[in-house]
């Protein structure tokens, strides 16, 4: 681990999750544990649990659980290390530096300057005669010297090694511009620039770091439209938005998402300085929340193309668990200048996005669009009324039934019957017809449900696996009895010193082994043994399912005998296995018929 352990649990003990969590979520005491609407989902009734006496959090609605560096990793989008950081800084503690985090803070301080240097050296070549193309490019955009400057536009140079002889030349080596995603190696041994004969884009994170580039080839030139830095330490697309660093400090009321890196910068030059986009990539649930975190209101604009309207309905899926509230801004088509619809080749009509649109009708008509976008579910009633044949019946009882569906799926009731009330006059029936049908479709799913659940529920093997399904046991009867385990040794710690022969390697479940071996080297070393300090060593699944394991209810009355029937079973298991020589026929058939049916193991 790159911070000192013994540091960790100074850190934890000083750090109760309670005060944490409560900075974030408001908490109310309702008997041992106190209660709020979850942070990581969005919700109507409190399903966000954390205890203090376990010094663990739990929503029993999305399933995210674990201990207080867990908490700061998931609601503030950080790295093990950072959350540690600001942990550290609200207990007013200095974080050690071993050799291992100082190398890895300085690979990271090296690619962040490695990509600010980048940065300047396109945009000086961008003034030079040698970026005259991109200057053309970017005035056949209206993109203003004064936006291009703001931004920190660039030029590559049309070569292969010009940014690296800049750099080498400023004390980086090969491999640091290698880390940065700045240059390639090639099969033979050699190096080139990743980014050549292009409009350069600096990414800025909200820091003020630059992590990386977007880029455009230029008109006429063959290669990738669009080229991003690859996955690097400091460039992960899913952590980042374009332009957030200047959107985060709007004035206006909501931001607005939308598909293109330049979108952005024409509307920002327009005066919408509240855009954003993603990079290159599908809206994500950490984008959605780090959007929750910056705005009450997001406004979708992507383009108005058949491509932009599929977008737009995984962007409201993705951000239907985040509190915020959603509108969605419909571009129209585009025309010509008699006010004729616009075709493509195919005879579609012609795509439109933001940066089309403000050219051609300017920032007033635009703000007029952005002050009229329609709600997240009239956005949706729209689309169903131009996908049927409304003048029909069989097209009107094709879009009743799709809205039906539609709005069944709202958690809402307002929300349902105010969508019930529009579909029904669209579809030209009453509106008791109409709610009605909405909860007939959601009982019949309520039906569905319990009837999988009861399922579920005559297979106790299906219903004690993990919910992840790579941590999915091998052994149910050896994994419930290892789970006690654990449960014991983090309540009551001096237990485990009397099962000197118990070791990780007999455990059937490797994640359950690997936390046994983990706690107990903590113990064996004097130190404290909580699943907070293990944020570090385990993914956010393994935390989540963690938290399932010692959320359970477990009596101390008798511990000592408790665990004593849980290592004989884990023993038992071990020795069928073929880790303890040969075993009772008759006994392994006998488990192996109880293991089938889910049966077995003790529980405390």
């Known amino acids: 681990m790159a911070i000192p352990e013994q540091f960790i649990d100074e850190l934890v003990a000083r750090c109760d999750i309670a005060d944490v969590v409560s900075s974030y979520v408001t908490l109310k005491s309702k008997g041992s544990n106190l209660w709020g609407l979850c942070p990581f989902h969005n919700e109507k009734t409190p399903s966000f649990s954390v205890s203090p006496d376990k010094q663990i959090y739990k929503c029993f609605g999305c399933g995210k659980g674990g201990g207080v560096i867990s908490f700061i990793m998931e609601i503030e989008n950080v790295s093990f290390v950072d959350a540690v950081r600001i942990l550290a800084q609200r207990a007013g503690m200095e974080v050690p530096e071993d050799s291992e985090t100082r190398s890895g803070e300085k690979t990271r301080a090296r690619a962040v300057e490695a990509n600010r240097e980048a940065a300047r050296f396109y945009h000086e070549y961008l003034k030079s005669e040698g970026g005259q193309a991109v200057r053309a ?9 004064k936006t291009a400057t703001r931004f920190g536009l660039g030029a590559a140079p049309d070569g292969w090694d010009a940014l690296i002889k800049a750099l080498t030349a400023k004390g980086f080596s090969k491999m640091e511009l290698i880390a940065a995603g700045l240059a390639v190696a090639n099969k033979n041994g050699g190096m080139y620039d990743k980014f050549r004969s292009r409009l350069m884009l600096p990414v800025i994170d909200t820091r003020g770091d630059v992590v990386g580039f977007t880029s455009r080839i230029l ?28 959107a985060r400090k709007t004035r206006r009321p909501n931001l607005i998402l939308v598909e293109g890196n330049l979108d952005v910068i024409t509307l920002h030059q327009a005066g919408f300085d509240n855009a954003v986009a993603a990079m290159g990539t599908a809206l994500t649930a950490e984008h959605a929340r780090m ?51 616009r075709l493509d080749e195919k005879g579609q009509p012609m795509k439109q996005d933001p940066d089309d649109f403000i050219k051609k009708f300017g920032p007033a008509a635009f703000e007029k669009l952005l002050s009229g976008s329609a ?37 809402s009731p307002i929300e349902r019957e105010l969508f019930a009330v529009k579909a029904a006059q669209a579809g030209g029936i009453s ?88 706690l107990r080297r903590q113990l064996e070393e ?79």
Request: net charge positive.
């Open 137 to 145: 490019y970017l005035e056949q955009r209206r993109i203003s010297p």
């Open 219 to 246: 008109p006429g030139l063959e290669g990738a439209k669009y080229l991003n830095t690859g996955e690097t330490p400091v460039f992960k697309k899913s952590r980042l938005l374009y332009a957030l660093n200047f």
């Open 291 to 341: 959007l929750s975190r910056c705005t009450k209101e997001l406004v979708l604009c992507y383009d108005n193309d058949g491509a932009g309207k599929s977008a737009t309905d995984r962007a409201l899926a993705v951000l239907r668990d985040v509190d915020l509230k959603v509108r969605v801004l419909q571009l129209p088509n585009a025309t010509d200048e008699q006010g004729n619809l």
């Open 375 to 411: 709600d997240k579910n009239d956005y949706r009633l729209a689309a169903l009324e131009g996908s049927f044949d409304l003048k029909s019946e069989e097209g009107r009882l094709d879009f009743l039934k799709k809205a039906v569906d539609t709005a069944a799926a709202m958690s």
């Open 431 to 518: 509106r008791e017809a109409m709610l009605q049908e909405i909860e007939r479709q959601r009982r019949s799913w309520e039906r569905r449900e319990r009837k999988k659940e009861e399922r579920q529920n005559l297979t106790p093997r299906q219903q004690l696996q993990p919910r992840e399904r790579g941590l999915r046991y091998e052994n149910i009867r050896s994994a419930r009895a290892e789970e006690g385990v654990l449960r014991l040794m983090l309540l009551e710690p001096a237990l485990l010193r009397r099962a000197t022969n118990l070791t990780c390697e007999k455990f059937s479940s490797p994640l359950l082994g690997k936390v046994y071996g983990l």
């Open 526 to 604: 004097g130190r404290s043994v909580q699943l907070s300090s293990l944020a570090g060593e385990l993914t956010p699944e393994e935390v989540n399912h963690l938290v399932d394991v010692t959320d359970k209810p477990v009596s101390l009355a008798n511990s000592e005998k408790s665990l004593e029937d849980y290592i004989a079973v884990i023993e038992t298991e071990y020795s069928k296995r073929g880790g303890g020589g040969a075993s009772d026929p008759l006994l392994a058939a006998r488990e192996r018929y109880q293991e089938k049916k889910g049966y077995g193991g003790h529980e405390a």
